[in-house]
């Protein structure tokens, strides 16, 4: 699959219509060899904008019908020395994109992710349906929305880590860009840095574009050695915000 960040709308069609036009050959190729892959674009930039205004809701503004707040908490990252910056997770259930977003992009990832345990030989407990395994992490007392609107502004960062919230794990998760860097901020890359059997680590950074998807590993991913294969554990964050304000959206596909 070819990415091009100069394209200024997504492509037509429903979200799920989008992510299954892609062509998933490549960015499988290169999560196995990088631990990410970019998506082509999948919102357009007024669907970007809705999405990252949702920040300023206050907790308790959405569905005052419904009586359901939007958000189930908001961490400040400084606070938690995870970094700088601020991010907030989702109550179910979910805006109807970001509920579209993770269940188009479940079954795509699903077969890297029954590969990669294939090789490691370990467990592969995921069901054909996203529905099916989110009933699994439940029933396994993992019940919290794990869905996060992330926000930095100038001066903030993300520390590496890795978003394991339970026995229950997805190995992939997707980062979706919803500013356009350059425009809206500067700084801010998307980091990787994988530890290497008996090497030194290896970083990779990623300009996020903005409506693309940034597919990676939650934890680790299979690397061949002499042996066979071996896990090769990998931490995501984000590179320091130069200018101007960052906004996200992380798809984590096993709840907390």
Not at 147 to 172: K, Q, S, T
Request: charged letters at 25%.
């Amino acid at each position: 699959m070819t990415t091009t960040t100069t394209k200024r709308h997504a492509r037509p069609g429903t979200l799920a219509q989008r992510v299954a036009a892609a062509d998933w050959t490549a960015p499988a190729e290169e999560l196995n060899t990088l631990g990410c892959a970019l998506t082509p674009r999948l919102l357009g930039p007024a669907d970007c904008r809705a999405l990252s205004a949702l920040y300023d809701e206050p907790a308790s503004a959405h569905g005052e019908q419904s009586g359901r707040a939007r958000f189930r908490s908001t961490i400040d990252m400084a606070r938690h020395r995870f970094g700088s910056g601020q991010y907030r997770y989702f109550a179910d259930p979910l805006p109807e994109p970001v509920q579209a977003l993770r269940e188009a992009f479940y079954p795509h990832l699903l077969k890297t992710a029954r590969d990669w345990a294939d090789k490691l030989g370990r467990p592969a407990p995921w069901p054909d349906t996203l529905e099916e395994w989110l009933t699994l992490c439940h029933a396994a007392g993992q019940t919290k929305s794990a869905r996060i609107l992330l926000r930095y502004g100038e001066g903030d960062w993300n520390a590496l880590h890795r978003d394991i919230f339970g026995e229950m794990v997805f190995p992939l998760q997707v980062v979706i860009g919803l500013d356009e860097q350059g425009a809206d901020y500067t700084g801010g890359e998307f980091l990787l840095v994988e530890q290497r059997p008996r090497a030194q680590s290896r970083g990779t950074t990623t300009v996020l574009p903005q409506g693309h998807g940034l597919v990676f590993t939650t934890r680790d991913r299979p690397v061949r050695s002499a042996r066979g294969w071996s896990a090769g554990p990998v931490r995501h964050g984000v590179s320091t915000v130069r200018s101007g304000r960052r906004h996200s959206l992380g798809l984590v596909f096993h709840d907390a």
